[in-house]
Each structure stands twice: as structure tokens, then as C-alpha cells.
């Protein structure tokens, strides 16, 4: 017997604390940090002419004051382009103070230390700045015009240009029997974690060492990237995250201008300094992300099947491009979803425009492209007349076509080739978990009643688990406590549930033993970051591979100890045994004792390790050559490229003839992200992406106006939606493994999101009998849909 | 997020909470509740330099019915007025309201008077109050000694976040008339999520006669202007049966009435519309809870 937990929904252990409130989140640590607040800028586009920081001199219990100027050269100079691309022609990024130009509501602009957040803010509010004005540009079409500049030395705003295509699309299209235009749209949107950022320094002037917490989905990087900009060795520097509440995105984002700044001033004051940021500094000053529009041109046959297909998409990225073009690049990848497209061609330019930054949010670009596929699939079938089941299932890439190279270049400068899948069986149990073929017959008897219904369904495609890598280290106490540590954060996904389900089942220990650390560059410094559903795959495979290597040491060990040969040997609830003797035996504790020869005998297992008590080997030394002490293991997994996840979803939704409300009265999900490690925990990340998803379709917007004020910063007007807007989701899996790492999982973490915004937009259009092309829709603008539609509406 | 600095009082009698209030003047302001005015605080947008906090008050602690009105002093809280059930039973409207009052922690704190003192246009209970024709008791300080004045709902709105109540007076209670035997009330809301502020919302009352006709039947509007909008059904619906009532004539009553204006959640027009479709839910709610509480009293 083997102790398996790899796919045991089994509940998650990081719960009972969390629930209990004894998380530590950012600001429950450091009660003795000086505290800091930030003097953000009021206009979207302005030049600073002065600071006047008299009046804030005198609050009582004020630290330190600082603006651009008062920086150190490193600080000056702009923040780090995190993803260069060769498109990306003119990369630009923020200081970490604004240099005499602002370019959007929330930029810092001072930043004040004091005695705690209360007397920060009194000081910041006496801080006097004088801005002249300068013409704002709000959206994508004021970005195009490119009538103002964002930047002075970007002509039409334009940060990159990049166009992808595989085929001939003028041709496909020059021949296709049918062809269509749409126009379609999606706006702004964001992370909108529980828990904003959040940043706490320590200098130890003792050790000459900076300790760094933040709430960040990269602690490794960040460490790396405060070490830079403070010109400090790595070594002297360390960065840990905390319990992070919720991420999605916006946390892989670094290093912030706070982010450097904190540490900077913790170190120049030689006492700990703590930033929390509040809700308004988070919905103006981290990152936002979705807004696009979208122009398409298909070409199609009788069937609906696809011959070409050309994208030219506009990408709103706000005011700088930090993390690069990975957004946009993603969507334009992302697009041909499960389908055979014929010929492709997909053109985007990213613009700037006085607007928070954008940078990847949940999805990532995905929500985006599935909108826009899946739109263009049901106006065929609408086109055709034909059932829209039936016109994706013409065009879905068959599963012995796997690997299914879409000749495009990925978001990981990898080709993207679709490992795995079986979109027709998927497509088949999406059909049958909504109640597709079913459904005319309860439309109609619903609209006997005088009640409107309507269906939709969505499919995708998800890039995930991208390289370049990830590590793990499994190390066996000799209490027989395992430790394991991977370098990526955890913010929330249940890590430390899955992550010791892997060991418990690789090494054959019970789960209880097994203690996970994740985040903490003091346990592991190598890592990339949580991000792009790729923790599971990427941490989870090195993890595996560590957990083998500590299986391969322990049966070495135990087969000298009992004298047996290793390949008889199996390990389960920790105990080594011999197949079939279950008398020969040794607990692995014992084994970590072996595997560590002491001299000295501080506690009874080391005194069973030292040099008299083992049985003595005269003609080899205690360690041999190619050995180490200790019973851990430590590997690495870079996989040749990203796994592929696919999904479909569909939704049943009820229209309001009389106040254009929207109910959700059915929703199905089916997802295949290979091999569960825990189904619990993927139908939990399904749950919450799918909330997210009704959140980007029906509530969430960023309501910039024409200045480039965002009017709705609070969760009063920024309508994130309750448990109470979200109904109850069926959810039903496949499991094709991808045969690209050892346990043969794919991401799960953005999956839900993804095809929301389609599949309600679908049934929405389907009830309502109204083309629907941009998302999100309000009761309000589906009332105003309805009367330029002259529709019975009253 | 953190408000600027203050002068906290807190007295625990309703005398010398007047005198603070008399003493601080236009710089002071009532803290009851807290759900609307701490988040002014930590947002800036209210930077009093005096809060005089009414929570340590005993006095003020109190529900009271008598065989007219039911009266709620200042320390009253949402929840426990929402699940009283003699004030259910005298004034319905009250629970059929409050329900639609942001979420069960907001009614926990949040309190009846304080939030028709905020005279918020989105405020559920202002349009109860203006329905019912109840009563707002003032006190304050004058000449050294309390003095006490009453304002009919009615007239006491007088704008957004206006009310005729001075920055030296304290809104002491409200008094809310029993409804009518044969009467009844409903409350219905559009609102963007579950307990957010109203897109539009309407009370209603419908009195019926002893043939089951109406006699009378009132509306309010919440969202749809400055101050809650009081629509008077009566000429239009008096000695019709309730089936015979033509709704689309109360939609357009109710919608000429209202004077909404367009924000993030909706526009003019879509609030308007919701005006007329929301008025005959209410009305057609406010019947069936009449004749539900006929019923009732019929039953042994």
C-alpha cells in the first residue's frame, strides 16, 4: 500500500487558521514600523511647478519628507521595463516620484514617513503642489487620435505595433463563400484583491541586512530588483511574503515605486518602515487591465467553418508599459481558442493613454480573446441560421491532431502548440451539464409566461504553466517532519494543500508531516513567480521531482540498513518496509538519522547518528564522494514550453422584460487541466474565476471621465459583485494529462474567468434577440439597447 | 484612508449632548450609527472638527408604541427595528423597507435616525417617512435650556444630504403613524447588487374600502431627485377595484412626478422608466399585503 493524495479533494489545511484570523497578513506585521503615506497626483496629465512642503513641517510626529530630487541617482531614474519585446518600440515606465510631469490620477508624486498612517496623511494633505495642466487622453479612441501626447516623444501614442499571421488571410478571405465584420469591445477592469499592496522594511544595521515583506506574487524578484536599486549586495538583501490576500494579477506587477522606496527609506532612517496601501491608492495607483477594442473579419463556408480570420485590436496600457507587451501579446495568441481558423492574421497596436497602467489581470488578455472569437462564432451561426453548437463543433481541432501546433509565437517567445485535449468530448459534456438541446423547449414555455431566456456558450484555450522554470527542495527531518519549499508565492490558491498532497503521495508520508513554505527567499531564492496559472505546474512538477529524489536517497539508505535490495522496497505512511515482509522495516525518520553521521549527541536521534553507534565502514569515509548529508532533495523543472488547458462554459440567463435586469439561472463549466492533485481546490479556483468572470460581464468597470478622473474608486460605485450576484455553478472535468511534465497537469488558476464575458453576452443576445458587442452590459444600457432596437420594451 | 484629526464628546444625556452641540456649532457633528459619516471621515470629504457621539446615551435607546404612532429614538438600530415585531405588526412599511437597507452589518450599526438626519435621496427611510406623513422631534439647546420642536416629514428633506434640522439640533426621534385597518404597504427597489443604494426604489400604500376597493393609495421615490418624491394615486385610483386598476396610468403618473438624474449606475431615462415600472410593483405589492392583513385579522 502507497499513500496516495495526489486527486483527493481533500480540505484545504490552510483554512482553520486563516478562518480563525491568525493570518499574517502585511499590516499585522511590523506594529512598530514608521508609517508611510503617499501625495498622488489629482490630474491625469499635468507639470509639477512647485512643491511647497512647508506647512507639512510642522505636523507633529512627521519622520521624513522626500520628492523626486531628494532621491539617490538610482531612484531617479525610471523604473525597470520588466519584459522587453522587440515590438515594443517605445517602452516607457514611471519614476518612483514623478519627475516634473504627471501622467495619471495616483502617480506618486511625495512620499511622507511618519510616527503612524494618521499623522502621514495630515502631513500629505499640508503638502502643496502646483500643476499646470496638461491635455488628457482618456480611451482608446483619444489615444488613437493621438491628438495629445501621453509622452512628448511618442508620436500617435503608440507604444508598439505587433502583427502575427499564419496563411494568407487576404486570399481566405478573397474566397470565402461568406463573409462577416464586427466591431466588438471590452472594457477596463481590474485585480481588485481583498488585500491592496502592502510593503514593510527592516534594516538590521547589526547584520547590515534589509529584510523585505511585501504582498507580492514574486518575492524572489523583487528581492533581486530592491537589491539593484539600492545597490546592495543580494545576499545582504531578503524578501518574504506574507499571507497575501488575493493577487490575481496586479501582484506580479514589481518592483512598485513603493516597493523601493520603503526599503530605501528603512534603510537611510535605520528603522522599519511600513506602507499599507488603502482602496483609493489601489484602484488609482496599482494596475488595471481588459480595455480593448476590436475589428474582425471573417471568412467562412456553408458549414460556418472558419477560412480566415483578421484581428486588428487596439490595447489601451495606460499610462506606462512595466511589464511589456504580455497582454496584448496573449490575446492575439489566445484568440483561435479550440479552433482550426484557415488563415489567421492578427494586428494590435498598444497605446498609451493618461490612465492607470495596465498589466495583466486574471485571464491576462484571454476574457478578451475568447469575446472576440466567440462572438464572430455565434454572428456565423446567426449568419448561417445554424444551431451554434453545431458550428464550433465544425470547427474544433480534432483530439488526434494533438500536438496541435497554431503557429503562432507565444507569450513565453515559445511556439504555441497545444499539447493536449479532447475538445469534441468537452464540447459534448457542456452541452449536456446546461441542458443544450433541451433548451427551445423551455425558452418557449417560458415565454408563454411572458419571461425571456436565453443561452450561450463559450470556449477556450489557456496558455499555462510557462516556463522559464521553477524548483522545489524536500527535506526529511529526523523527527520525521518533512519540509518543503518552493520559491513562488501563494496568495490564496491553497499551496500548501497541494503542494504536500504531491509529497505525501511521491515519498509515501502521512499529510500531517508534511510542512510547506512558499514565498520566502531565506528557503528558496530561485523562482520566477505565481502567475499565468502556472504554480501547480511548474512548482509541482520540481517539487515531485525533489520528492524523487528523496525517495531514490531514502531506499538507498534503508536498503543498507536492511540489507535488502532498493528496488524491494516501498515507503508508505512513512515507514520503509520490504515488499512483502512487513517485519523488515524502518521509519524514514530513522533513515534521515543514517543519512547524517554525527559527532556529536545533543538529542537521542543524533545520538543513534553518531560515529559509534552506526555501524562503522573502515575502507570508506562516512560521506561518501558523491553524496551529501541529510535526507533532501532539491530539483528543478523547465519544461520546452507551456501546457495548454482548455475549457467550455454556458449560461441560461433570464431577462427582465420591465427593468432589463440579468439572472443567471443556469451555469455550467467543464474544464480539463489534466490529473486533479485536488478537485476541491480546481472547482474552488473555477468558482471564484467564474465570479470574476460575471464581474467583467455584468458590474465591473473603471468609470474614467473625460479628464481622466476615476469616478468610481470606492466598493460603493466600483460594483464588485457579492456572493449574492453569483449563482450556483455545475461544474463537471476532463482529464487529458499534458505530456509535458511528470504529473501531467495543466494551470487551473485563470480558467474560470475567461470565456464569462462570452457566454453571457451569447445568452444575454439570445433573450433578447439584440446583437450584443461589448461588454460589460449594464440593466441601464440593455434598456437603452432595447429602445434603439425599438424592441417591445416599454 | 484615515480620518483627520477631531475632538470626540461623548456625552450620555440628551441635555448635554445639546450643549456640546450648541458650544461647537457649525464645526460639530452627530455621531450615531457611523455608516455613512466614517466613511466621509476617512475619504476627507468631511473634515468636522467635533464629533459628538450619542451612543453612550440611554435615553435614546428606545422603541416606543402607542396606540397612534411608533417612535424610534436616535440610538435605534437599523436591525432591531427591522425585527421588531409589534412594529411590524403596527407599521409595516418600516421592515418592508429596512430589508432593502444595504446589508445586515450596515443595519447593525447604522441607525433609523441617523440616516433620515443624512437625508441621503438613495435612503430608503426618507421615502418612508414622506409617505407616512410621520414626524421628526428635534431637540436643542436654546438660551441655556433644551428646547424641543417637531417637523413633519413632509417638509423635512430639503435637498441632497439637506434637512431642516440646524447644526445645534440634535434629531432626538421620529414618529411613524400606525397604518389604518384595511390598509396596506410594500416597499421595491432596482438595485445594481444586493443591498446597494437604489438605481430606484418606491413605498407605497393603498388603503381599501369595505368593499375591497381602494380608497387611497400614496407612492414615494427614492434615487429619482433631491428629495424623496411623494406621488398621491388617490384621484387617479380612488373606488377602483384593484384588478381593474389600469398600471400603465400609474407607470405614467409616477414617471411625470419623478425628476431623476443620470450618475455611474444610470441614466435619467432609465430611472424614470424604473419610476413607472416600479410603481405599479409597489402598488400592486401594497394590495396584496391589504388583503393579506384582512385576511389575517379574519382568521380565528
Given at each position: 500500500m502507497t499513500?496516495?493524495?495526489?486527486?483527493?479533494?481533500?480540505?484545504?489545511r490552510e483554512d482553520p487558521r486563516l478562518l480563525r484570523g491568525e493570518g499574517r497578513y502585511l499590516d499585522d506585521l511590523g506594529s512598530d514600523a514608521l508609517e508611510v503615506?503617499?501625495?498622488?497626483?489629482?490630474?491625469?496629465?499635468?507639470?509639477?511647478?512647485?512643491?511647497?512642503?512647508?506647512?507639512?513641517?510642522?505636523?507633529?510626529?512627521?519622520?521624513?519628507?522626500?520628492?523626486?530630487?531628494?532621491?539617490?541617482?538610482?531612484?531617479?531614474?525610471?523604473?525597470?521595463?520588466?519584459?522587453?519585446?522587440?515590438?515594443?518600440?517605445?517602452?516607457?515606465?514611471?519614476?518612483?516620484?514623478?519627475?516634473?510631469?504627471?501622467?495619471?490620477?495616483?502617480?506618486?508624486?511625495?512620499?511622507?514617513?511618519?510616527?503612524?498612517?494618521?499623522?502621514?496623511?495630515?502631513?500629505a494633505e499640508r503638502i502643496d503642489v502646483t500643476y499646470e495642466p496638461l491635455e488628457p487622453v482618456v480611451g482608446l479612441d483619444a489615444a488613437a487620435r493621438g491628438a495629445a501626447r501621453v509622452h512628448d516623444d511618442v508620436p500617435g501614442n503608440v507604444a508598439a505595433a505587433l502583427v502575427q499571421e499564419v496563411g494568407d488571410v487576404d486570399a481566405a478571405l478573397a474566397q470565402a463563400p461568406h463573409t462577416l465584420d464586427l466591431a466588438l469591445e471590452i472594457e477596463r477592469s481590474a485585480s481588485t484583491p481583498l488585500e491592496a499592496r502592502g510593503v514593510y522594511a527592516r534594516w538590521d544595521a547589526d547584520d547590515g541586512t534589509l529584510r523585505v515583506y511585501s504582498s507580492t506574487q514574486t518575492p524572489t524578484s523583487v528581492r533581486f530588483a530592491v537589491a539593484a536599486?539600492?545597490?546592495?549586495?543580494?545576499e545582504k538583501v531578503e524578501c518574504v511574503a506574507p499571507d497575501v490576500g488575493g493577487g490575481f494579477g496586479v501582484k506580479i506587477m514589481h518592483p512598485w515605486a513603493e516597493e523601493i522606496l520603503v526599503p530605501w527609506a528603512a534603510r537611510l532612517l535605520g528603522r522599519p518602515v511600513k506602507w499599507t496601501?488603502?482602496?483609493?491608492?489601489?484602484?488609482?495607483?496599482?494596475?488595471?487591465?481588459?480595455?480593448?477594442?476590436?475589428?474582425?473579419?471573417?471568412?467562412?463556408?456553408?458549414?460556418?467553418?472558419?477560412?480566415?480570420l483578421d484581428v486588428r485590436f487596439r490595447h489601451d496600457n495606460g499610462a506606462y508599459v512595466p511589464y511589456g507587451l504580455i497582454v496584448p501579446i496573449i490575446t492575439a495568441t489566445q484568440l483561435p481558442g479550440p479552433y482550426k481558423l484557415g488563415a489567421y492574421r492578427v494586428a494590435f497596436e498598444s497605446l498609451y493613454s493618461t490612465t492607470c497602467p495596465v498589466t495583466p489581470y486574471r485571464g491576462a488578455g484571454r476574457p478578451q480573446a475568447c469575446f472576440a472569437m466567440e462572438r464572430t462564432v455565434d454572428a456565423i451561426a446567426a449568419r448561417l441560421e445554424r444551431d451554434r453548437a453545431a458550428v464550433r463543433a465544425a470547427n474544433l481541432i480534432a483530439p488526434d491532431e494533438m500536438p496541435y501546433d497554431i503557429g503562432l509565437v507565444f507569450q513565453d517567445g515559445r511556439p504555441a502548440i497545444y499539447d493536449s485535449g479532447d475538445f469534441p468530448a468537452t464540447l459534448a459534456k457542456v452541452r449536456e451539464l446546461i441542458g443544450w438541446d433541451d433548451f427551445p423547449r423551455l425558452k418557449a414555455e417560458a415565454a408563454a409566461e411572458g419571461r425571456r431566456l436565453g443561452i450561450g456558450l463559450a470556449c477556450y484555450v489557456e496558455g499555462t504553466g510557462v516556463g522559464p522554470y521553477e524548483g522545489g527542495h524536500v527535506h526529511v527531518e529526523t523527527s520525521g517532519r518533512v519540509n518543503v519549499y518552493t520559491g513562488l508565492s501563494s496568495q490564496g490558491q491553497g499551496h500548501a494543500t497541494v503542494f504536500a498532497q504531491i509529497v505525501a503521495t511521491e515519498l509515501g508520508v502521512p499529510l500531517d508531516d508534511v510542512h510547506v513554505t512558499?514565498?520566502?527567499?531565506?528557503?528558496?531564492?530561485?523562482?520566477?513567480?505565481?502567475?499565468?496559472?502556472?504554480?501547480?505546474?511548474?512548482?509541482?512538477?520540481?517539487?515531485?521531482?525533489?520528492?524523487?529524489?528523496?525517495?531514490?536517497?531514502?531506499?538507498?539508505?534503508?536498503?543498507?540498513?536492511?540489507?535488502?535490495?532498493?528496488?524491494?522496497?516501498?515507503?508508505?505512511?512513512?515507514?520503509?518496509?520490504?515488499?512483502?515482509?512487513?517485519?523488515d522495516a524502518i521509519p524514514l525518520k530513522a533513515v534521515a538519522v543514517l543519512s547524517n553521521p554525527l559527532r556529536y549527541a545533543f538529542d537521542e536521534s543524533a545520538r543513534a547518528a553518531t560515529q559509534f553507534a552506526l555501524p562503522a565502514s573502515e575502507d570508506r569515509p562516512p560521506i561518501a564522494d558523491d553524496d551529501e548529508p541529510g535526507l533532501e532533495g532539491r530539483d528543478y523543472y523547465s519544461p520546452l514550453r507551456s501546457t495548454f488547458a482548455n475549457g467550455m462554459h454556458a449560461a441560461v440567463v433570464e431577462t427582465d422584460p420591465d427593468?432589463?435586469?440579468?439572472?443567471?439561472?443556469?451555469?455550467?463549466?467543464?474544464?480539463?487541466?489534466?490529473?486533479?492533485?485536488?478537485?476541491?481546490?480546481?472547482?474552488?479556483?473555477?468558482?471564484?474565476?467564474?465570479?470574476?468572470?460575471?464581474?467583467?460581464?455584468?458590474?465591473?468597470?473603471?468609470?474614467?471621465?473625460?479628464?481622466?478622473?476615476?469616478?468610481?474608486?470606492?466598493?460603493?460605485?466600483?460594483?464588485?459583485?457579492?456572493?449574492?450576484?453569483?449563482?450556483?455553478?455545475?461544474?463537471?472535468?476532463?482529464?487529458?494529462?499534458?505530456?509535458?511534465?511528470?504529473?501531467?497537469?495543466k494551470g487551473a488558476g485563470e480558467a474560470g474567468v475567461i470565456p464569462v464575458s462570452a457566454a453571457l453576452a451569447a445568452a444575454i443576445e439570445d433573450a433578447e434577440g439584440i446583437p450584443i458587442h461589448r461588454m460589460p452590459l449594464s440593466p441601464d444600457e440593455l434598456h437603452a439597447l432595447r429602445a434603439r432596437a425599438g424592441g417591445e420594451a416599454s | 484612508?484615515?480620518?483627520?484629526?477631531?475632538?470626540?464628546?461623548?456625552?450620555?444625556?440628551?441635555?448635554?449632548?445639546?450643549?456640546?452641540?450648541?458650544?461647537?456649532?457649525?464645526?460639530?457633528?452627530?455621531?450615531?450609527?457611523?455608516?455613512?459619516?466614517?466613511?466621509?471621515?476617512?475619504?476627507?470629504?468631511?473634515?468636522?472638527?467635533?464629533?459628538?457621539?450619542?451612543?453612550?446615551?440611554?435615553?435614546?435607546?428606545?422603541?416606543?408604541?402607542?396606540?397612534?404612532?411608533?417612535?424610534?429614538?436616535?440610538?435605534?438600530?437599523?436591525?432591531?427595528?427591522?425585527?421588531?415585531?409589534?412594529?411590524?405588526?403596527?407599521?409595516?412599511?418600516?421592515?418592508?423597507?429596512?430589508?432593502?437597507?444595504?446589508?445586515?452589518?450596515?443595519?447593525?450599526?447604522?441607525?433609523?435616525?441617523?440616516?433620515?438626519?443624512?437625508?441621503d435621496p438613495a435612503g430608503e427611510l426618507t421615502a418612508v417617512l414622506?409617505?407616512?406623513?410621520?414626524?421628526?422631534?428635534?431637540?436643542?439647546?436654546?438660551?441655556?435650556?433644551?428646547?424641543?420642536?417637531?417637523?413633519?416629514?413632509?417638509?423635512?428633506?430639503?435637498?441632497?444630504?439637506?434637512?431642516?434640522?440646524?447644526?445645534?439640533?440634535?434629531?432626538?426621534?421620529?414618529?411613524?403613524?400606525?397604518?389604518?385597518?384595511?390598509?396596506?404597504?410594500?416597499?421595491?427597489?432596482?438595485?445594481?447588487?444586493?443591498?446597494?443604494?437604489?438605481?430606484?426604489?418606491?413605498?407605497?400604500?393603498?388603503?381599501?374600502?369595505?368593499?375591497?376597493?381602494?380608497?387611497?393609495?400614496?407612492?414615494?421615490?427614492?434615487?429619482?431627485?433631491?428629495?424623496?418624491?411623494?406621488?398621491?394615486?388617490?384621484?387617479?385610483?380612488?373606488?377602483?377595484?384593484?384588478?381593474?386598476?389600469?398600471?400603465?396610468?400609474?407607470?405614467?403618473?409616477?414617471?411625470?412626478?419623478?425628476?431623476?438624474?443620470?450618475?455611474?449606475?444610470?441614466?435619467?431615462?432609465?430611472?424614470?422608466?424604473?419610476?413607472?415600472?416600479?410603481?405599479?410593483?409597489?402598488?400592486?405589492?401594497?394590495?396584496?399585503?391589504?388583503?393579506?392583513?384582512?385576511?389575517?385579522?379574519r382568521e380565528p
Open positions: 499513500t496516495r493524495l495526489f486527486g483527493e479533494g481533500i480540505a484545504r503615506a503617499f501625495v498622488r497626483s489629482p490630474h491625469a496629465h499635468a507639470r509639477i511647478t512647485d512643491i511647497d512642503v512647508a506647512d507639512a513641517l510642522d505636523v507633529d510626529g512627521l519622520v521624513a519628507l522626500y520628492v523626486h530630487e531628494d532621491l539617490p541617482a538610482r531612484l531617479r531614474e525610471p523604473l525597470p521595463l520588466l519584459i522587453p519585446h522587440p515590438a515594443l518600440t517605445q517602452p516607457r515606465t514611471a519614476c518612483c516620484l514623478a519627475d516634473a510631469v504627471v501622467r495619471h490620477v495616483g502617480e506618486p508624486v511625495a512620499m511622507v514617513v511618519a510616527t503612524d498612517r494618521y499623522v502621514a496623511e495630515d502631513a536599486k539600492l545597490g546592495l549586495p543580494a496601501e488603502d482602496r483609493v491608492e489601489h484602484f488609482v495607483a496599482a494596475t488595471h487591465e481588459r480595455a480593448q477594442t476590436h475589428d474582425i473579419t471573417v471568412g467562412f463556408d456553408d458549414d460556418g467553418r472558419i477560412l480566415g512558499t514565498g520566502d527567499t531565506r528557503r528558496f531564492p530561485y523562482a520566477v513567480g505565481t502567475f499565468a496559472s502556472r504554480a501547480a505546474v511548474m512548482s509541482g512538477s520540481a517539487i515531485a521531482l525533489a520528492a524523487r529524489k528523496v525517495r531514490a536517497k531514502a531506499l538507498r539508505i534503508a536498503a543498507e540498513a536492511l540489507e535488502a535490495n532498493p528496488d524491494d522496497l516501498e515507503i508508505s505512511e512513512g515507514i520503509v518496509r520490504v515488499k512483502g515482509s512487513p517485519g427593468t432589463a435586469e440579468v439572472r443567471i439561472l443556469r451555469y455550467a463549466v467543464v474544464h480539463d487541466c489534466g490529473p486533479l492533485i485536488n478537485p476541491r481546490i480546481v472547482e474552488g479556483q473555477i468558482h471564484g474565476g467564474v465570479a470574476q468572470g460575471i464581474a467583467g460581464a455584468l458590474y465591473e468597470r473603471m468609470a474614467y471621465d473625460e479628464a481622466g478622473q476615476l469616478t468610481n474608486a470606492s466598493f460603493m460605485d466600483f460594483l464588485m459583485p457579492y456572493a449574492t450576484e453569483i449563482p450556483a455553478i455545475a461544474i463537471d472535468h476532463l482529464e487529458t494529462p499534458s505530456p509535458l511534465n511528470p504529473l501531467g497537469i | 484612508m484615515k480620518p483627520p484629526p477631531f475632538t470626540y464628546h461623548a456625552p450620555t444625556t440628551v441635555e448635554e449632548a445639546v450643549d456640546v452641540l450648541a458650544e461647537v456649532g457649525e464645526d460639530g457633528k452627530v455621531l450615531a450609527g457611523g455608516q455613512s459619516l466614517i466613511p466621509l471621515l476617512n475619504f476627507r470629504l468631511a473634515a468636522p472638527e467635533h464629533l459628538v457621539d450619542v451612543n453612550g446615551i440611554g435615553a435614546l435607546d428606545r422603541i416606543a408604541l402607542d396606540d397612534d404612532v411608533v417612535r424610534v429614538s436616535a440610538g435605534v438600530r437599523h436591525a432591531r427595528l427591522e425585527r421588531h415585531q409589534a412594529v411590524y405588526a403596527a407599521c409595516p412599511l418600516l421592515r418592508q423597507a429596512l430589508v432593502h437597507v444595504a446589508h445586515p452589518v450596515v443595519r447593525n450599526r447604522g441607525t433609523v435616525c441617523g440616516s433620515i438626519a443624512h437625508a414622506v409617505l407616512l406623513d410621520g414626524t421628526v422631534h428635534l431637540a436643542a439647546q436654546r438660551a441655556g435650556q433644551l428646547a424641543r420642536r417637531d417637523v413633519p416629514g413632509s417638509d423635512f428633506f430639503r435637498g441632497v444630504f439637506e434637512a431642516d434640522v440646524g447644526a445645534d439640533e440634535l434629531v432626538e426621534a421620529v414618529t411613524f403613524p400606525r397604518l389604518p385597518a384595511r390598509a396596506g404597504s410594500a416597499f421595491v427597489e432596482v438595485a445594481r447588487r444586493h443591498g446597494d443604494y437604489a438605481v430606484c426604489g418606491a413605498g407605497a400604500t393603498v388603503q381599501l374600502d369595505e368593499r375591497g376597493r381602494i380608497a387611497a393609495a400614496r407612492l414615494a421615490f427614492i434615487s429619482v431627485g433631491p428629495v424623496p418624491v411623494a406621488v398621491d394615486l388617490t384621484e387617479l385610483l380612488a373606488g377602483a377595484a384593484p384588478a381593474r386598476v389600469r398600471l400603465e396610468a400609474v407607470a405614467e403618473q409616477a414617471r411625470a412626478a419623478v425628476r431623476p438624474g443620470s450618475d455611474l449606475h444610470a441614466s435619467a431615462e432609465y430611472r424614470r422608466h424604473l419610476a413607472g415600472v416600479l410603481a405599479a410593483r409597489a402598488l400592486q405589492e401594497a394590495v396584496a399585503d391589504a388583503r393579506d392583513r384582512r385576511d389575517r385579522r
